[in-house]
């Protein structure tokens, strides 16, 4: 099991940045591959960038060079820090957690209640 709570949204011009931090509640936090997903209302949610229990990363072409995820498995933490935003990245952010044994994204099973970001133009 595994609780998941984000911190960091708020409201941002475009251009600006904002940093997400996701805290996670299990003593096995270094087995489970990290992901960040957006959902915009009436939209399908959405993986924006995953980090894998062994640190390698991708992302969505929407959001590279841009976002940057990384984790520190010793604070059981998930950061995204969002560069450049665009008031197309206005959604809500959600952290989430798979197993390190399932196959990919679909198999994320554990998230966070999530939180806003909005970018004005």
């Known amino acids: 099991q595994v609780e998941l709570s984000e911190t960091g949204g708020g409201l941002v011009q475009a251009g600006g940045s904002l940093r997400l931090s996701c805290a996670a509640l299990?003593?096995?936090?270094?087995?489970?591959?990290m992901g960040w997903f957006r959902q915009v209302p009436g939209k399908e949610r959405e993986l924006v960038a995953e980090?894998?229990?062994?640190?390698?990363?991708k992302y969505a072409d929407s959001v590279k060079g841009r976002f940057t995820i990384s984790r520190d498995n010793a604070k059981y933490m998930v950061y995204l820090q969002m560069n450049s935003l665009e008031p197309e990245d206005t959604a809500i952010y959600y952290c989430a957690a798979r197993s390190a044994f399932t196959k990919g994204q679909f198999d994320y099973n554990f998230w966070g209640q999530g939180t806003q970001v909005t970018v004005s133009s």
């Open positions: 299990t003593q096995t936090f270094s087995g489970f591959h």
């Open positions: 980090i894998t229990a062994g640190s390698s990363t």
